[in-house]
């Protein structure tokens, strides 16, 4: 376990600074995402302002939706493989493949095209409520010297917590346990936008890119996602 969690340590890292090391190219993110919203105008799916204002205007998710955020975000998926570990080996090892090819592939994403956030373009107003003095609206000049800020498509939060809902639905036939994994990444598409770090058309991104990351798996190891559960011993016959 000591080595799992070492090794999904390494990966985020080495993930964190070729995420970070392009250039932020903050005139071509704004003018994509411009695009984007004029776009997303176009197919009234431009929710980003209306839930951004929400949360703002309520005291409670500006508590709940940060520690959803930094907490389930990050936490979450190594709860997820932990569990995967101790109760069903061979689905770990499936699982983890298609988490790190998933991971892997956004960086395709964030250097292919550049986006800036919904807080981060001009015009619309909009403030990350994850930040201490969200109230006050967004500094674009604090956040963007942290990391690399334009890397907003796809979304990562989404695609990991449906990776999580995907492992856990595979792996357990508990419907309740199933109905909470769903509700998972429905909780963070909500989170995503309402906080103006997201579009909503970078949740849907999300979703194919899952699916090559499930495809990548299967090419490298052969593995189905739902296979025969061969982690418990069979049972003995009676006589």
Do not use: K
């Amino acid at each position: 376990m000591l080595l799992e969690l070492l090794l999904i340590q390494v990966c985020h890292g080495i993930h964190s600074f070729v995420r970070n090391a392009p250039p932020n190219r903050s005139a071509a993110a704004v003018g994509n995402a411009e695009q984007l919203h004029r776009l997303e105008r176009l197919l009234h799916l431009d929710v980003e302002g209306a839930l951004n204002g929400w949360v703002l205007g309520h005291a409670w998710p500006l508590d709940l939706m940060p520690d959803h955020y930094r907490v389930m975000h990050f936490g979450l998926p190594v709860v997820v493989l932990a569990w995967l570990h101790r109760t069903r080996p061979a689905r770990h090892r499936t699982g983890r493949t298609v988490l790190f090819a998933t991971t892997g592939l956004t960086l395709a994403g964030y250097g292919g095209l550049p986006l800036a956030p919904p807080r981060l373009t001009p015009g619309l107003g909009l403030s990350d409520t994850l930040a201490p003095a969200a109230a006050l609206g967004p500094d674009p000049g604090a956040l963007t010297a942290l990391s690399n800020q334009y890397a907003a498509m796809p979304s990562l939060p989404i695609a990991w917590s449906l990776w999580c809902a995907l492992a856990v639905v595979t792996a357990t036939r508990n419907r309740w346990v199933r109905v909470l994994a769903v509700l998972y990444p429905s909780a963070t598409l909500l989170v995503v936008p309402s906080t103006a770090n997201h579009w909503l058309l970078d949740a849907v991104a999300a979703v194919p890119l899952l699916a090559v990351g499930c495809l990548v798996q299967y090419a490298l190891t052969g593995r189905r996602l739902r296979c025969p559960d061969r982690d418990r011993p069979a049972l003995a016959r009676p006589g």
